[in-house]
């Protein structure tokens, strides 16, 4: 595992996540993501992925095929997601931000962004999790950001763990970093209730 954001974000979503399962990659990218999600849940499992941008999704494509793995892709925003994924869901990624290498103006949104979360919560089994990775130091980084941590801390602490991962060495306020909600198993109690 890479210590970094992303690498930790993946070893939470591997622990979460069994063959057959279904998951989604909120913001699809470059398709790693997908990929990774892909390989993870196995030919009999589902992964959604969106973006808003084509070459996003076509180069996910090219990346999945190049594997042999597939998944279904949407040219639509995560906020869509409520409406192809139902509950049962084992895991959601976000890697929030833009497109590296692409029109930097075009980005997630916190007014995107946050019904999204809130969805994919909703539709979250037992056991399941939510990795969000935030970019603040750019336009619209920040506040998405700041909003992602206020929607994480204000979460039931008795339904969800949400934590807050980031480098200690890392520059603050511009650096990269990594909030997990996971939901937390409900135990029957001695008495069975």
């Not at 063959?19 to 470059?30: C, I, L």
């Not at 509950?87 to 833009?98: D, E, S, W």
């Not at 539709?123 to 929607?151: F, K, M, Q, S």
């Not at 602490?157 to 909600?181: Q, S, W």
Request: aromatic share 6%; glycine share 12%; charged share 15%.
């Amino acid at each position: 595992m890479k210590p970094d954001p992303l690498g930790v974000a993946r070893a939470l979503v591997a622990g979460w996540v069994l063959p057959g399962d279904t998951v989604v990659d909120a913001t699809v990218g470059n398709g790693h993501d997908t990929l990774f999600l892909a390989k993870l849940v196995g030919p009999t499992g589902r992964v959604v992925g969106f973006d808003v941008q084509a070459a996003a999704l076509a180069a996910t494509r090219q990346r999945l095929q190049a594997a042999g793995q597939s998944a279904e892709l949407h040219e639509e925003s995560h906020a869509a997601l409520p409406g192809y994924v139902g509950p049962g869901l084992a895991a959601a990624m976000f890697n929030l931000g833009y497109l590296p290498g692409a029109n930097k103006a075009v980005t997630t949104r916190r007014e995107e962004t946050l019904p999204a979360l809130a969805a994919a919560l909703g539709l979250l089994r037992p056991g399941g999790g939510i990795t969000i990775v935030c970019y603040p130091g750019h336009e619209g980084g920040d506040a998405e950001a700041d909003a992602v941590i206020a929607w994480a801390a204000g979460l039931p602490p008795k339904e969800y763990c949400a934590v807050r991962c980031h480098g200690l060495n890392a520059a603050p306020g511009t650096a990269a970093f990594l909030i997990a909600v996971s939901s937390i198993p409900r135990k029957p109690r001695p008495d069975g209730r």
